[in-house]
Every structure is written in structure tokens, then in C-alpha cells.
């Protein structure tokens, strides 16, 4: 199985509205693969996809740089987040709640839900025995 299609699987079975992959690179972030849920609208994902091509470890307004720093899991949710930067930003672009990025052994893989996820260490097992 491919990593875009791991992806999609893990993005539909959490019914995410935006997942992605990114691998550390020394001090930044290298997107691996990206898939948009259905309700994206693609003009959305086509920028989101464009912007976070390689993302600095020095922009910690990000979610998925936050969970590869600490090497944890970020939950970012959109009402506490600047809505002009960062993961607050695209969450609302999305429409999406929340942001789960889950740093494992490639780098880190991350979720945008329209919910905050009623069993989170599900979730973050379940992308861990994946990636």
C-alpha cells in the first residue's frame, strides 16, 4: 500500500477534512503526501498542499512543527488560535475544529477534524501503528 493510500484510509475512517505527512528533514519539515476529504474545497487544499511543500522547524504557529520539536502530540484547536496565522488560520479555512499532528518515526502525520475527536488516543494509536 502506497503512503497516499494509507493516508486516505486513515483520513476517511476519522472522516478528517484534510490529512498529511511530512518528513523531518533536518531543521524543516518535507511534505510526504497530502489528501483532502471530500468537503475541501480544492482551491483550499491546493494552497494548504503548496504552502506546507517544506515548512521551517522555526514556524511554531504549526501544529505538525510543534509535534516534531517535542516529539508528542499537538492538538490545535481552531477557537484558541489566531485566525490570521498558522495552524488557527488554516483550520478555519478548512472549516475544521481541530488539528491532531502526531509526530512519529518518519516525522509527523496530522488530521484536520471538524470535531475534536471523541477518543483521541485512538486515533493517536491508530496513526502510530500505521506510519
Known sequence: MTDVERL???AADFQAVAAGVWRRDGDQLV????????SLATEVGSAFA???KVVPLTNRELGIVKAVIYGEVALSLAADLDPEV???FWLREFGAACSVAVSVAVGVVSLALVEVPADLAELVRRVRKDW
Open 31 to 38: 511534505q510526504v503526501c497530502f489528501v483532502a476529504g471530500p
Open 8 to 10: 486516505k484510509n486513515l
Open 86 to 88: 498558522g495552524s488557527g
Open 50 to 52: 503548496n504552502a506546507t
